[in-house]
């Protein structure tokens, strides 16, 4: 039957990526989607550093190094955007926008990520993956001994805050409201020498011509005092958005929008399985969708093995 596969992957991050090369090497017939160039959120990376085994690369250079890696297993692979997931029992069904593609495979597998909400202020475009990050673990390191900004005041903007403190020579927080995370943790970043905090402000722009070069932002209060601070990099936390509007209506996203997944990557809906940063999870990061991946792509195969007996 023409379009029929026995796992279709949407999303073509490290996950998606990872669970195809899992999935043909267990013989399976994979079609990998994304509406976009392979490599997901690691294009946008400057530059990776703890990726086990590969030193100091650029993300770009890691997603074609993954990309390639697919190729040479004869993974198909299709740009097309998923608009669409129905359940049908043994089948599921993946509708395109292009060309109303439609694809059938007896397992699915949802690696299509998150985006880090923006500002949507002057330069963030400029700046973007070069001055302008989502992840101090990934990109940290290379602001050690310069001046750091960060956007953001809840849970995982003080947490970074905290280890960015620790290698950088000034942190300037800069947040819509007061510090909402943890209290305490909140109170060890107060006390950290180098960190400033400039609650209830509005960020106006990101300046720089060759390279990000500041911050300029106002006071939300009354007098709408203006400052401006100089940095060399910056780190936005102002919450991410799941890319699940495709396939939520399957009850199988939490509030957030991400995926409910077992530690089989299994969802609710036998056949569909989460890999990568949609799914429910403490830590974001390349190895970790990696992992995912491997694991849902065992499982999905298992899967559709016991549907062919």
């Given at each position: 039957m023409e379009n029929t596969y026995d796992i279709v992957i949407v999303g073509a991050g490290p996950a998606g990526m990872t669970a195809a090369i899992y999935a043909i090497r267990a013989n399976m017939k994979v079609l990998m989607l994304d509406r976009l160039a392979p490599g997901g959120a690691i294009i946008n990376t400057n530059e990776i550093e703890n990726y086990t085994g590969a030193g100091k690369l650029t993300g770009a250079e890691l997603a074609i190094k993954m990309f390639e890696h697919t190729q040479e297993l004869g993974v198909e692979f299709d740009y097309r955007t998923v608009i669409?997931?129905?359940?049908?029992?043994?089948?599921?069904?993946?509708?395109?926008?292009?060309?109303?593609?439609?694809?059938?495979?007896?397992?699915?597998?949802?690696?299509?990520?998150?985006?880090?909400?923006?500002?949507?202020?002057?330069?963030?475009?400029?700046?973007?993956?070069?001055?302008?990050?989502?992840?101090?673990?990934?990109?940290?390191?290379?602001?050690?001994?310069?001046?750091?900004?960060v956007i953001g005041?809840?849970?995982?903007?003080?947490?970074?805050?905290?280890?960015?403190?620790?290698?950088?020579?000034?942190?300037?927080?800069?947040?819509m409201f007061d510090l909402t995370a943890d209290p305490k943790?909140?109170?060890?970043?107060?006390?950290?020498?180098?960190v400033t905090v400039y609650p209830y402000q509005e960020v106006l722009e990101f300046t720089g011509e060759?390279?990000?070069?500041g911050v300029r932002f106002?006071?939300?209060?009354?007098?709408?005092?203006?400052?401006?601070?100089?940095?060399?990099?910056?780190?936005?936390?102002?919450?991410?958005?799941?890319?699940?509007?495709?396939?939520?209506?399957?009850?199988?996203?939490?509030?957030?929008?991400?995926?409910?997944a077992d530690a089989?990557?299994?969802?609710?809906?036998?056949?569909i399985f989460g890999a990568g940063d949609i799914t429910v999870k403490h830590l974001r990061q390349i190895v970790t969708a990696c992992g995912d991946g491997a694991v849902a792509a065992n499982s999905a195969a298992s899967y559709v093995e016991s549907l062919k007996q």
């Open positions: 669409d997931l129905k359940d049908e029992g043994e089948w599921k069904t993946v509708v395109c926008e292009e060309d109303d593609a439609v694809y059938k495979a007896r397992a699915v597998i949802l690696a299509t990520g998150t985006v880090p909400r923006r500002l949507g202020v002057p330069g963030e475009d400029q700046w973007a993956g070069s001055g302008i990050s989502w992840c101090a673990i990934c990109d940290g390191a290379q602001y050690r001994d310069k001046e750091v900004v005041g809840g849970n995982s903007a003080v947490e970074e805050s905290i280890y960015l403190a620790g290698i950088c020579t000034r942190l300037t927080i800069v947040t943790a909140c109170d060890q970043l107060r006390k950290m020498p180098n060759d390279r990000l070069t106002k006071s939300t209060k009354e007098d709408a005092t203006e400052r401006y601070v100089t940095c060399d990099g910056v780190f936005e936390y102002i919450g991410f958005a799941a890319s699940s509007e495709a396939f939520a209506k399957l009850g199988i996203v939490d509030r957030t929008g991400c995926i409910e089989r990557m299994r969802t609710k809906v036998p056949g």
